[in-house]
């Protein structure tokens, strides 16, 4: 038996994810809070690291000489290159110092020795998403509850971010270069069709964007990428010069102008993720029906058509049709009856509809 790998891509479902401090802190909401992308969850704080120097070594002296040069004792606080201790030479000339390495405070000085420890690391952990607050994870943070479309990728890179989407070519098969990426591309998330190369992520480091969504990459590049990108990237569809697919491609141009959260992470807490994009749809000031994990399709609904014939109409859901039809690519599947202005109604499989918030 063979059960391929599954990749999402819809333009509208519920979604749930998790955010989580990676050390015990104070979760900052509760059950049922409405969440915009840039709210904090909560807030944490862990010590500093420890750090042991050895001043005697650095300044040439022995264990027992080394106290007399110490310009710091225990508790004092030290920043960033300044003097722990200083030798100096004849009439001020071949002074030798040692400086801190870190921000923090002396913990102990003991034959030489400094034990030094950095300043404590705060963390404030924002949501990311827009939505809802589901479960609270004690002392970590929360399980936050969404709206929206969602493309999940095949291979990524960087951590979470979200901005605006901006379509920076006009097909899914043209190459996102340094060329299509203007001026103003600063603080949006682009899209581009069938590659990425050097050059284009050299000028989207410049503009200070805030991710990249492209079809695919060369393999050369998967050295470099890795080295440090200060934005999150996300593959569509793989290794070269391959073409976004068209839904993917169709899903995100459709949504443009809109905010979306962009992920480029494949691990998770030592589990195997997927980097993802969410368009986030207009937040609802009421909880989610349980029993159908989103909001079910009415008869009056206005809804988009997704799919060819129609793709891109616009109509109203007449009636929701409980006996599945043949469609055209000889599946059968459940739909509905949607009226579509200057026509009679057509009937439209359910995958293919996007409600019109």
């Not at 944490?44 to 005697?56: C, E, K, M, N, W």
């Not at 793989?238 to 169709?250: C, I, K, N």
């Not at 058509?305 to 599947?333: E, Y």
Request: aromatic share 6%; proline share 7%; net charge neutral.
């Amino acid at each position: 038996m063979y059960c391929p790998t599954e990749a999402t891509v819809t333009p509208y479902t519920v979604i749930r994810r998790e955010r989580r401090l990676p050390f015990r802190g104070d979760v900052l909401v509760r059950v049922g809070d409405w969440l915009e992308p840039q709210d904090v969850v909560a807030r944490g704080s862990r010590p500093g690291q420890i750090r042991l120097v050895d001043v005697a070594k650095a300044l040439a002296v022995s264990d027992e000489q080394a106290s007399k040069y110490l310009r710091k004792s225990t508790g004092d606080a030290i920043q960033t290159g300044e003097i722990i201790a200083v030798k100096r030479g004849p009439i001020g000339l071949f002074s030798k110092a040692y400086r801190s390495p870190i921000d923090g405070s002396v913990i102990t000085v003991s034959r030489g020795r400094v034990l030094l420890q950095s300043a404590p690391e705060t963390l404030e952990l924002t949501a990311a998403l827009r939505g809802q607050v589901v479960k609270v994870i004690a002392g970590y943070g929360a399980l936050i509850e969404t709206q929206g479309g969602l493309v999940e990728g095949v291979w990524g890179l960087g951590e979470r971010s979200w901005g605006v989407l901006k379509m920076a070519v006009a097909s899914p098969d043209q190459p996102l270069t340094a060329k299509s990426i203007e001026a103003k591309s600063q603080g949006y998330i682009l899209v581009g069709g069938s590659v990425l190369d050097a050059a284009a992520l050299m000028q989207a480091s410049k503009m200070k964007v805030k991710g990249i969504v492209v079809g695919g990459i060369h393999a050369s590049l998967m050295e470099e990428v890795g080295a440090g990108l200060p934005f999150p990237l996300v593959i569509t569809e793989g290794l070269g010069e391959m073409p976004m697919a068209s839904v993917v491609f169709d899903l995100l141009q459709s949504a443009e102008g809109q905010e979306a959260f962009i992920s480029g992470q494949v691990d998770q807490q030592g589990a195997r993720v997927r980097p993802e994009v969410i368009v986030f749809s207009p937040i609802r000031a009421e909880p989610f029906p349980a029993e159908c994990g989103g909001w079910p399709l009415r008869p009056g609904d206005l809804v988009r058509i997704v799919r060819a014939p129609h793709l891109g109409a616009i109509g109203t859901v007449k009636a929701i049709l409980d006996t599945p039809r043949p469609v055209n690519s000889g599946l059968v599947m459940k739909g509905a009856d949607v009226a579509l202005p200057g026509s009679e109604s057509v009937f439209v499989p359910l995958a293919n509809l996007e409600r019109i918030q």
